[in-house]
């Protein structure tokens, strides 16, 4: 309706600019004729009247001559004459004319002066009068003038009317255009596409061809040429989906088969039976901001919405989290739903709202600055504050009493709970309903026994974990990581063997699941290679970069990630090798910063100071090592600039997968570009092919770039390739089938 509205307002704006250029020619036109006119007129009166005039004038007979002014007195046109010597004194004047009129006065001397007949527009008592003066003559000379005073302001008054008779005709023509623009528009257009657009979706979605809405568009003149080209195109979409399905139920148990949306969502069938998973996070997969009365949304920058989001787009179903948006309750229905994703529905997403105290508690306290340090180990000492564990403690039952209202009506409900933020919610779902199918996984690291025992609530939150049916987590370390930490802390049954935890008769399996992203053959295929490189080049151009070599990172401004250490390697690379100065940039992606958090903002400050300091270290002329983009970025603009980038730098301190890795991997379809990945990952325990260092060390780092910049491209390609593959073979539908079986096996 905005395009619409848009292309309204575009071709009343040009139809009023041409009708008022029409119109103030029309104007001009007719007032130059008007004036003409009544020069013309004038200039036949005196001539008329200076036959009887002048001979009375010579002779002095101003009383006939009065009589003479007195018949033009006050008539519609003519508002009357004057005669004056050639001293110009008045002779003669109309009773009507006041007895000083100086402007035709004037132009009566000038007359005389030049001895040439004249008119012009004059005020007389704000009334617009035209005065034309004629001189008079004895045998040789200017004796005096004769003034005719015409009233004008019928030409005022007549240009006025072609002013308003033009607005009214446009203001006709507007209209009827505007309502036939908008019946052609949107009838003939909008409609038809939009019904177009339906009958795809409708057939993307797997629904078969919408008869009805497919007739809608047959019965359009204006596209009948697409539809025969359209029909095939819905039919082989049906088809290509029919077989997909028939294809995925077949190999619904082969793991080793390349995984998809398709196969996952039929394979979430098969072993859900319509049941509903609920998906629980603190972060929400869409963040919805208000500026002014236009709400706008983004995908904030996180491994946990990267790797749920595309289960969830596969398997339908309800995602609790948090709404922390500006705009976030604009959107949302009486319950606190919507669905998304907002362009294309797919599942149900419910907020929760909490207040700043819960916030500053739940969130900014005891999950940033207590369980996040404490399971990552990167030298910044976890702080434990009872007021953020009862915060913590408020929240995970507001989050459960949420999740037991969903799933009251459900039998079995499968609930799967995301991170540290909820350790708390399984066992109070348990309690509650012990049929409910409840699985965790844990996003980060789970650090030694050793480490973990200083939290104060350690066996809460470990009892807590343990309510849930399965517990996942990255690698197979940080399971023996929990299995002895649970050992240590609480009472209970451990089975090696089987890697699972018995307490109070109930039994948790303990597995590693190595996250991964959405990523398959068919994804790759769709890329236009030539098209990319086009983009990237503009792209590159926008930002001021005209290197050829090119180096990216994609990071939250968190510790964690090594940002720092990071830049302080690329220092280094100059330094050793200085003749890529100038030849080579290192863009750093990073979103800005959420946290309210002062420590984030100073670490914020340190970041930009060192890519500061290494820029004014460096600079050449335009050049600069570093390019600093501290905003957020689409899915899309971040994958181009992964696919123009040389190598690509991932420098964590402590993480539990890192996901920027394995899309950097993913998105090289041209089989070109290095992956430099940290050891302190758990993406190096799958992703070998990938230049391993340890980020702690700056020479380290810089010899991985030169190493990179410097790899011939068949080694390039020969690494991309089996990088891609392991990406390929496990990716995220494999990762989230893999673990709904083994949590609905507790069914």
Not at 241 to 254: D, H, P, T, V, Y
Request: proline fraction near 4%; charged fraction near 25%.
């Amino acid at each position: 309706m905005k395009q619409l509205i848009t292309v309204i307002l575009i071709i009343s704006f040009v139809v009023s600019l041409v009708a008022f250029a029409f119109t103030f020619t029309q104007v001009k036109d007719e007032e130059k004729r008007l004036e003409n006119d009544i020069s013309y007129r004038s200039s036949l009166l005196s001539d008329s009247l200076k036959e009887s005039v002048e001979p009375n004038f010579i002779k002095k007979s101003n009383a006939y001559l009065q009589r003479i002014v007195e018949k033009f007195s006050d008539n519609t046109r003519f508002a009357g004459l004057a005669i004056v010597d050639n001293k110009g004194k008045i002779v003669a004047v109309s009773s009507n004319l006041p007895k000083e009129i100086s402007g035709a006065q004037q132009i009566a001397t000038d007359v005389m002066d030049s001895d040439l007949e004249n008119g012009n527009f004059v005020n007389f008592e704000n009334r617009k009068m035209y005065v034309f003066a004629s001189p008079l003559h004895d045998s040789e000379n200017v004796v005096g003038s004769l003034i005719i005073i015409q009233n004008a302001g019928y030409i005022d008054t007549r240009l006025t009317e072609i002013w308003g008779s033009n607005l009214i005709r446009l203001f006709i023509q507007v209209s009827a255009i505007s309502i036939a623009v908008f019946i052609i528009v949107r009838w003939l257009i909008f409609l038809p596409v939009k019904n177009l657009a339906d009958s795809l979706r409708h057939t993307r979605k797997g629904h078969g061809i919408n008869e009805k809405f497919g007739n809608r568009f047959l019965d359009s003149l204006l596209f009948q040429p697409l539809t025969k080209e359209i029909s095939n195109i819905k039919r082989s979409l049906l088809e290509a989906r029919i077989a997909a399905s028939e294809e995925a139920k077949l190999n619904i148990e082969k793991l080793d088969i390349p995984w998809t949306a398709e196969r996952l969502r039929q394979y979430s069938r098969d072993i859900l039976k319509n049941k509903t998973i609920v998906a629980v996070s603190h972060l929400e997969p869409y963040i919805h901001t208000k500026n002014g009365n236009n709400i706008n949304y983004y995908v904030p920058a996180s491994g946990l919405i990267t790797s749920i989001e595309p289960v969830m787009q596969a398997c339908g179903g309800l995602w609790i989290a948090e709404g922390s948006g500006s705009g976030d309750k604009s959107v949302v229905d009486k319950n606190d739903k919507m669905q998304v994703p907002p362009n294309d529905p797919k599942y149900t997403l419910k907020r929760i709202w909490l207040s700043e105290e819960e916030t500053k508690g739940f969130h900014h306290g005891f999950s940033d600055q207590a369980m996040y340090p404490l399971f990552h180990m990167a030298h910044t000492r976890p702080v434990f504050r009872e007021n953020d564990w009862q915060e913590y403690k408020k929240v995970n039952q507001k989050f459960a009493k949420a999740i037991l209202s969903e799933i009251k009506r459900i039998k079995k409900p499968i609930i799967f709970i995301q991170d540290f933020q909820f350790t708390l919610v399984p066992k109070i779902i348990k309690k509650k309903r012990p049929d409910a199918i409840i699985g965790i996984f844990w996003h980060i690291p789970w650090v030694s026994p050793e480490t973990f025992s200083i939290c104060p609530w350690k066996k809460e939150i470990l009892d807590g974990m343990l309510g849930a049916d399965l517990i996942g987590f990255h690698t197979q370390l940080y399971c023996n990581n929990f299995i002895e930490t649970v050992g240590r802390e609480l009472e209970c049954l451990i089975n090696i063997e089987q890697f699972s935890v018995t307490r109070n008769a109930h039994v948790s399996l303990i597995k590693p699941f190595p996250i991964s992203i959405a990523f398959s053959t068919a994804q790759e295929e769709s890329i236009d290679l030539q098209a990319e490189k086009h983009e990237a080049k503009k792209l590159l151009k926008s930002i001021g970069v005209h290197t050829k070599l090119i180096g990216v990172g994609v990071d939250r401004l968190h510790f964690i990630k090594g940002v720092i250490d990071r830049l302080r390697g690329i220092d280094v690379f100059f330094e050793k090798y200085p003749e890529y100065i100038g030849e080579l940039t290192f863009i750093q992606i990073s979103p800005p910063l959420e946290s309210k958090l002062s420590e984030f903002q100073e670490y914020y400050d340190k970041v930009k100071g060192i890519v500061d300091r290494i820029n004014e270290k460096y600079k050449k002329n335009n050049w600069k090592p570093i390019v600093f983009l501290n905003k957020h970025h689409s899915r899309d603009e971040v994958y181009r600039y992964y696919r123009l980038a040389n190598f690509c730098l991932v420098t964590s301190l402590h993480e539990g997968m890192n996901l920027v890795a394995k899309e950097y991997v993913a998105s090289r379809s041209d089989e070109k570009g290095v992956l430099i990945l940290s050891q302190f990952t758990g993406a190096a325990k799958e992703l070998k092919e990938a230049i391993i260092i340890n980020p702690y060390n700056s020479k380290e780092t810089a010899q991985a770039i030169y190493t990179a910049i410097n790899m011939p491209e068949s080694e390039q390609a020969r690494r991309i390739r089996r990088l891609k593959n392991t990406v390929r073979t496990r990716n995220i539908y494999r990762w989230s089938a893999e673990f709904l079986r083994t949590l609905t096996n507790f069914d």
